[in-house]
Protein backbone atom coordinates (compact mmCIF):
# COMPACT_ATOMS: atom_id res chain seq x y z
CA UNK A 1 0.00 0.00 0.00
CA UNK A 2 3.14 1.87 0.25
CA UNK A 3 4.26 1.68 -2.52
CA UNK A 4 1.64 2.47 -4.24
CA UNK A 5 0.97 6.14 -2.64
CA UNK A 6 4.87 6.69 -3.52
CA UNK A 7 4.21 5.66 -6.79
CA UNK A 8 0.87 7.98 -7.81
CA UNK A 9 2.61 10.94 -5.85
CA UNK A 10 5.37 10.82 -7.99
CA UNK A 11 3.30 9.98 -11.36
CA UNK A 12 1.36 13.00 -10.46
CA UNK A 13 4.68 15.48 -10.03
CA UNK A 14 5.96 14.08 -13.46
CA UNK A 15 2.64 14.75 -14.64
CA UNK A 16 2.46 18.43 -13.70
CA UNK A 17 6.23 18.79 -14.74
CA UNK A 18 5.98 17.75 -18.49
CA UNK A 19 2.26 19.60 -18.69
CA UNK A 20 3.41 23.22 -17.55
CA UNK A 21 6.32 22.52 -20.14
CA UNK A 22 4.02 21.73 -23.04
CA UNK A 23 1.42 24.66 -22.50
CA UNK A 24 3.05 27.77 -23.20
CA UNK A 25 -0.14 30.36 -24.19
CA UNK A 26 -1.65 33.66 -23.35
CA UNK A 27 -4.08 33.61 -20.29
CA UNK A 28 -7.16 34.62 -22.43
CA UNK A 29 -6.48 31.25 -24.82
CA UNK A 30 -5.96 29.08 -22.03
CA UNK A 31 -9.27 30.20 -20.36
CA UNK A 32 -11.08 30.14 -23.98
CA UNK A 33 -9.71 26.67 -23.97
CA UNK A 34 -11.09 25.38 -20.13
CA UNK A 35 -14.25 27.16 -21.37
CA UNK A 36 -15.04 24.93 -24.06
CA UNK A 37 -13.99 21.86 -22.02
CA UNK A 38 -17.18 19.54 -21.36
CA UNK A 39 -15.60 16.81 -19.28
CA UNK A 40 -12.81 16.54 -16.95
CA UNK A 41 -11.78 13.12 -15.59
CA UNK A 42 -9.64 12.60 -12.26
CA UNK A 43 -7.95 10.64 -9.69
CA UNK A 44 -7.60 11.20 -6.17
CA UNK A 45 -4.27 9.86 -4.55
CA UNK A 46 -4.80 11.17 -0.73
CA UNK A 47 -7.80 9.43 -1.08
CA UNK A 48 -5.05 6.21 -0.47
CA UNK A 49 -4.71 7.04 3.11
CA UNK A 50 -8.49 6.31 3.75
CA UNK A 51 -8.32 2.89 1.53
CA UNK A 52 -10.22 4.41 -1.11
CA UNK A 53 -9.04 4.33 -4.99
CA UNK A 54 -10.65 7.45 -6.22
CA UNK A 55 -11.78 7.87 -9.44
CA UNK A 56 -14.70 11.13 -10.62
CA UNK A 57 -16.12 12.32 -13.83
CA UNK A 58 -16.94 15.94 -14.28
CA UNK A 59 -19.84 17.08 -16.32
CA UNK A 60 -20.34 20.42 -17.60
CA UNK A 61 -24.44 21.04 -17.34
CA UNK A 62 -24.34 24.95 -17.48
CA UNK A 63 -22.52 28.04 -17.49
CA UNK A 64 -21.76 27.83 -13.71
CA UNK A 65 -22.78 24.13 -12.78
CA UNK A 66 -21.67 20.61 -13.34
CA UNK A 67 -22.35 17.11 -12.12
CA UNK A 68 -19.85 14.92 -10.76
CA UNK A 69 -19.74 11.17 -10.03
CA UNK A 70 -17.12 9.28 -8.11
CA UNK A 71 -16.72 5.23 -8.01
CA UNK A 72 -13.93 2.84 -6.99
CA UNK A 73 -12.98 0.14 -5.03
CA UNK A 74 -12.30 0.14 -0.93
CA UNK A 75 -9.47 -1.81 0.51
CA UNK A 76 -9.97 -2.22 4.81
CA UNK A 77 -7.85 -2.42 7.13
CA UNK A 78 -5.42 0.41 5.63
CA UNK A 79 -4.16 2.06 8.96
CA UNK A 80 -4.40 4.65 10.39
CA UNK A 81 -7.27 6.10 8.94
CA UNK A 82 -9.01 2.93 7.92
CA UNK A 83 -9.05 0.07 10.45
CA UNK A 84 -11.92 0.60 12.87
CA UNK A 85 -12.90 -2.88 13.13
CA UNK A 86 -14.88 -3.72 16.47
CA UNK A 87 -14.97 -7.16 18.64
CA UNK A 88 -11.59 -8.27 17.26
CA UNK A 89 -10.01 -9.87 20.79
CA UNK A 90 -6.21 -10.22 21.47
CA UNK A 91 -6.08 -13.70 19.71
CA UNK A 92 -8.35 -12.51 16.30
CA UNK A 93 -6.55 -11.17 13.86
CA UNK A 94 -7.88 -9.12 10.72
CA UNK A 95 -6.89 -8.80 6.86
CA UNK A 96 -7.72 -6.68 4.68
CA UNK A 97 -10.83 -7.06 1.52
CA UNK A 98 -11.99 -5.49 -1.46
CA UNK A 99 -15.60 -3.45 -1.39
CA UNK A 100 -16.54 -0.19 -2.86
CA UNK A 101 -18.05 3.06 -3.28
CA UNK A 102 -20.25 5.65 -5.32
CA UNK A 103 -21.34 8.77 -5.09
CA UNK A 104 -22.80 11.85 -6.83
CA UNK A 105 -22.51 15.57 -6.49
CA UNK A 106 -23.60 18.87 -8.11
CA UNK A 107 -21.73 21.91 -7.97
CA UNK A 108 -21.79 24.94 -8.52
CA UNK A 109 -19.36 27.59 -9.62
CA UNK A 110 -20.47 31.64 -8.28
CA UNK A 111 -17.55 33.60 -9.78
CA UNK A 112 -16.10 32.59 -12.69
CA UNK A 113 -18.10 29.89 -14.38
CA UNK A 114 -18.20 25.99 -14.75
CA UNK A 115 -14.87 24.50 -13.84
CA UNK A 116 -13.17 27.62 -12.53
CA UNK A 117 -12.76 29.06 -9.30
CA UNK A 118 -14.33 28.65 -5.99
CA UNK A 119 -17.73 25.54 -5.86
CA UNK A 120 -20.24 24.52 -3.68
CA UNK A 121 -21.24 20.63 -4.05
CA UNK A 122 -24.09 19.26 -2.28
CA UNK A 123 -22.89 15.22 -2.67
CA UNK A 124 -24.78 11.80 -1.45
CA UNK A 125 -21.92 9.16 -0.99
CA UNK A 126 -22.43 5.17 -0.39
CA UNK A 127 -19.48 2.88 0.62
CA UNK A 128 -19.01 -0.61 1.09
CA UNK A 129 -16.09 -2.17 3.07
CA UNK A 130 -15.45 -5.79 3.97
CA UNK A 131 -12.77 -7.00 6.44
CA UNK A 132 -11.79 -10.81 6.45
CA UNK A 133 -11.85 -12.07 10.39
CA UNK A 134 -9.17 -14.59 10.70
CA UNK A 135 -9.57 -17.00 13.84
CA UNK A 136 -5.99 -18.10 15.89
CA UNK A 137 -4.64 -21.09 14.60
CA UNK A 138 -7.22 -22.18 12.23
CA UNK A 139 -9.90 -22.98 15.15
CA UNK A 140 -12.66 -21.98 13.02
CA UNK A 141 -13.44 -21.01 9.10
CA UNK A 142 -13.05 -17.20 8.58
CA UNK A 143 -15.88 -14.38 9.12
CA UNK A 144 -16.23 -12.17 6.89
CA UNK A 145 -17.72 -8.70 8.43
CA UNK A 146 -18.93 -5.53 6.82
CA UNK A 147 -19.18 -1.90 6.94
CA UNK A 148 -21.63 0.08 5.01
CA UNK A 149 -22.05 3.75 5.05
CA UNK A 150 -24.42 6.36 3.11
CA UNK A 151 -23.14 9.79 3.51
CA UNK A 152 -24.80 13.17 2.72
CA UNK A 153 -22.28 16.09 2.82
CA UNK A 154 -21.29 19.53 1.50
CA UNK A 155 -18.30 20.36 0.09
CA UNK A 156 -16.39 23.39 -0.56
CA UNK A 157 -13.67 23.45 -2.88
CA UNK A 158 -11.49 25.39 -5.69
CA UNK A 159 -10.39 23.88 -9.08
CA UNK A 160 -7.38 25.61 -10.62
CA UNK A 161 -5.83 24.94 -14.07
CA UNK A 162 -2.17 24.27 -14.57
CA UNK A 163 -2.83 24.62 -17.93
CA UNK A 164 -5.83 24.83 -20.28
CA UNK A 165 -6.01 21.10 -19.55
CA UNK A 166 -4.61 19.83 -16.66
CA UNK A 167 -6.43 21.38 -13.28
CA UNK A 168 -6.20 20.77 -9.41
CA UNK A 169 -9.42 20.53 -7.30
CA UNK A 170 -8.74 21.20 -3.91
CA UNK A 171 -11.46 20.58 -1.28
CA UNK A 172 -13.05 19.83 2.07
CA UNK A 173 -16.31 19.45 3.42
CA UNK A 174 -18.70 17.81 6.24
CA UNK A 175 -21.65 15.79 6.58
CA UNK A 176 -24.12 13.36 8.56
CA UNK A 177 -23.15 9.62 8.19
CA UNK A 178 -25.46 6.66 8.45
CA UNK A 179 -23.81 3.07 9.08
CA UNK A 180 -24.52 -0.10 9.89
CA UNK A 181 -21.62 -2.79 11.07
CA UNK A 182 -21.56 -6.64 11.00
CA UNK A 183 -18.59 -7.94 12.83
CA UNK A 184 -18.07 -10.67 14.91
CA UNK A 185 -16.13 -12.14 18.06
CA UNK A 186 -14.59 -15.56 18.71
CA UNK A 187 -15.73 -17.44 22.57
CA UNK A 188 -14.90 -21.06 22.77
CA UNK A 189 -16.66 -23.85 24.97
CA UNK A 190 -14.71 -26.72 26.72
CA UNK A 191 -15.87 -29.86 25.76
CA UNK A 192 -15.62 -32.92 28.33
CA UNK A 193 -16.17 -35.44 26.17
CA UNK A 194 -13.43 -34.58 24.27
CA UNK A 195 -11.59 -32.36 26.56
CA UNK A 196 -10.90 -29.55 24.23
CA UNK A 197 -12.48 -25.62 23.35
CA UNK A 198 -15.21 -25.85 20.77
CA UNK A 199 -14.88 -22.67 19.01
CA UNK A 200 -17.38 -20.26 17.09
CA UNK A 201 -18.02 -16.81 16.28
CA UNK A 202 -20.62 -14.82 17.81
CA UNK A 203 -21.62 -11.88 15.40
CA UNK A 204 -22.82 -8.55 16.20
CA UNK A 205 -24.99 -5.92 14.28
CA UNK A 206 -24.60 -1.97 15.22
CA UNK A 207 -26.27 0.55 13.21
CA UNK A 208 -25.04 4.23 13.86
CA UNK A 209 -25.01 7.89 12.58
CA UNK A 210 -21.71 9.99 12.69
CA UNK A 211 -20.13 13.48 11.40
CA UNK A 212 -17.98 12.68 8.26
CA UNK A 213 -14.81 15.20 7.34
CA UNK A 214 -14.15 15.00 3.88
CA UNK A 215 -10.39 16.58 2.65
CA UNK A 216 -8.20 15.80 -0.34
CA UNK A 217 -7.13 16.85 -4.00
CA UNK A 218 -8.01 15.57 -7.30
CA UNK A 219 -5.62 15.87 -10.17
CA UNK A 220 -7.59 15.98 -13.38
CA UNK A 221 -7.40 16.38 -17.47
CA UNK A 222 -10.07 18.39 -19.17
CA UNK A 223 -11.81 16.66 -22.83
CA UNK A 224 -13.78 18.92 -25.14
CA UNK A 225 -16.81 17.31 -26.87
CA UNK A 226 -20.06 18.11 -28.17
CA UNK A 227 -22.71 19.57 -26.25
Known sequence: MKNLIKTSIILSLLSVTTLYGQDRITKEEKYQKINDLKTIVKYDPLRL??????????????LNTSFEIEFGPTISEVRPFNSDHLGVGQSTSTRSNIGGFASI??????????????????????KLVNTTYVAPYGTTSDFIGDKSQGTFMFNFGIQTWATSNFSFDFYTGLGLGFANK?????????DNQTNTNIYSWVR???????????????????FEGKN
Open 49 to 62: LTGEIAFSVERKTG
Open 105 to 126: GYRFYPAKGAFRGIYISPKFKY
Open 182 to 190: NYAYQTSVY
Open 204 to 222: KSDTYSTLVFNLGVKIGIG
